[in-house]
């Protein structure tokens, strides 16, 4: 099998690969409006489902200043509740410094620990905690997420001396950096196999893309960085546009969307229409230039199981189904293809819903389930808020022959109200008939907004104190330990969820591809502080010891730590157990398997062998010391006369303050002298 490499297509096959990805993304737009139904889900998140004449109107006098007009308002209930599930998932999974361990067998804990760093920069530099918190708010607010895991090149730079290019600045170089990167996929834009459950998309779906909005320098540095292009369609990409032929005659000029969410937001959602003709504005517009680039660009990316005969690629094994990536401007213009040859065998796109009842689609999200509570809770505040309206303006009957409408219906509330002539000689209060105001229902109306809201909570397996609320209350400590327990229980389930049909795959992903497409680096681990040397060749010979671990599965539940810790106390205590076990190598594995780093405190065999001989000649001279007493002048000068000189480190080959020998030195085997025995014997006669 060879490597993920990019090929150039024939005509007759990009026409029929940017079918098949029209086809792919109308499969799911005419069976399923999934954008409305996220829309009206992110709408009820965020609180502006609102749109009555009332709340509008309100809201336009309170934006103009004028604070006395009512607001409907919208209970937060769902933002709350998917928040507190969004936090507990992030305690769980991405709490760990890399989020995924590695631990293995002691003969190859240097490997994990090659493994574990490459894991480590990977995750700083891809950003990872942020992609995985998008994707867990995902999950709760849809029941759906999406991510991609792909092993990605991307041109960096490093920094070196030449005294040539300066003498004071360093010179840039440019580098190629590969890793794996893992994103979170906006839904909106993002389409994929809907024949097959969502859990199972990697391993059985046929196709998964997503669509993506570039400017067309962003296109130019992204086309730049691709390590083989198209390059005769390059110039065709730049001059296609959302308006299109080709991408008019399926309806794709609509497949980007950016949903109108927030009537406040500083800036308006839907850049591709409000984007400005820079080649308008900078006076290069005309003949004369060899390109005519547009404004914005939709770029797709569409991971594809498929049999390349049907598409008359001339690429080998055309009959075996292959995993391809392409990648298409404008819906209209295809720039790259790649063969991915990943050991795993997964689209690089994963789907997860973390409420999986065996409805599919059909289940409802977390945030689904509390609309309707937040829907009637708000109802419930909204007419009190109603009764507040009716508290000040009135409702009023009047006569129109004795008081004129324009009067009554002064906004002024100190403004005086003349009555007609006619109404001279009559009892005024005749002439006006205000109806009595009784708010009755306040009071009931809290009261009932509370318990519905518990109701909220039951549904969602959360309490007040989970939601970082104050709850009065007597329970003891342990009490207390047993509710919130108890409140965990949902979300642990939910863990369990997340753990199988997202974390599993993803860890399968980063470690194949580790062990597949990683090549020899030194990386510098800031958990370890030291520098690592990474060796391909040794993290491929232990590819099935590799245990990689996450928050719900640790590396203690992956080495079981507590039987060894026991083991480990019992081996001290027992005489017999110590002298047929190693305690050092068993005491550093164990400290490696919970993260400590211990490796720069081992002691070398040269120290080791410098130490035991010091240890014997002070013995030696405390029995000497010992006995001086019982021995006459001659024969303790004959001793002193047979006394090994003190052991040096030099004679070792160690260096005090650094690891190992010095250079070209064999460490002596300490030898046992004689002299204990010899002032025992010269003592007994």
Known sequence: MQPNTPMILTPKAQEGIIQYSRQCYLLQATNWNIREVLRNI????????????????ARISNTYGDPTKFQNVVVPVVMPIVESAV???????????????????????????????????????????????????????????????????????????????????????????????????????????IRVPPNEVHKKGEFAGYNKLMSRIELKDFINKLPIKMVENVIAAFQSGFGSAAAASTGATESYYLPQLNPGALFPSDTKRSSMNWMSWAGLTGANNKIQYRDSYQVTILYARILPSDFNMRVPSPNTPQIWKFIIVNCSVIIYAERQTNAHGYLPILFMQPLDDGLGFQTKSLATNVMAVQSLTSALWNSNIAARRRAISDRTLYDPSRVAAEHINNENPSAKIPVRPTAYGKPVGEAVYAF???????????????????????????????????????????????????????????????????????????????????????????????VVTID???????????????????????????????????????????????????????????????????????????????????????????????????????????LPPQPTPEQFGYVPGKMGAAPGTTPPQPKVSNITNNITNSVAE
Request: no cysteine.
């Open 42 to 57: 992110d709408l009820a998140y965020i609180r502006e489902n609102d749109n009555t004449k009332e709340n509008s109107r």
């Open 87 to 193: 936090v507990y998932q992030s305690a769980v999974f991405l709490q760990g410094n890399p989020i995924f361990g590695v631990v293995s067998d002691p003969n190859n804990m240097d490997a994990a620990m090659q493994m574990e760093t490459v894991i480590e920069d990977q995750q700083v530099r891809g950003g990872w905690v942020n992609e995985f918190i998008k994707v867990f708010r995902d999950g709760f607010k849809y029941n759906l997420a999406g991510v991609e895991v792909d092993w990605s090149r991307e041109v960096t730079a490093t920094l070196e001396t030449d005294i040539l290019f300066s003498t004071k600045e360093a010179k840039p170089k440019e580098l190629i950096w590969e890793g794996n990167s893992i994103k979170h996929l906006d839904l909106y834009n993002t389409f994929f196999d």
């Open 436 to 530: 009595p105001f009784r708010d009755e229902q306040s009071g009931l109306i809290m009261q009932e907004t509370g318990q519905i809201m518990q109701m909220g909570n039951m549904i969602a397996g959360q309490n007040q104190a989970r939601q970082g609320q104050f709850v009065k209350g007597n329970k003891t400590l342990h009490e207390f330990d047993t509710v919130m327990q108890n409140a965990n229980g949902r979300d642990q389930l939910v863990a369990m969820v997340i753990e199988a049909v997202l974390m599993t795959p993803i860890k399968t992903m980063l470690k194949t591809n580790i062990l597949q497409f990683q090549g020899g680096i030194s990386l510098y681990s800031a958990e370890r502080e030291q």
């Open 536 to 642: 391909p060749l040794v993290l491929r010979k232990t590819i099935m010891n590799f245990k990689v671990s996450d928050g719900l599965v640790p590396s203690d539940k992956l080495i079981n730590s507590q039987v060894i810790q026991a083991a480990m106390q019992l081996i001290a205590q027992s005489p017999e157990l110590n002298s047929q076990y190693n305690i050092g190598p068993m005491f550093s594995y164990f400290i490696k398997t919970q993260g400590g780093r211990i490796s720069s405190f081992e002691k070398s065999q040269e120290q080791i062998a410098y130490e035991t001989a010091v240890r014997q000649w002070q013995m030696t001279m405390q029995a000497m010391t010992q006995n001086f007493s019982k021995l006459e002048p001659e024969m303790i000068e004959k001793l002193m006369q047979q």
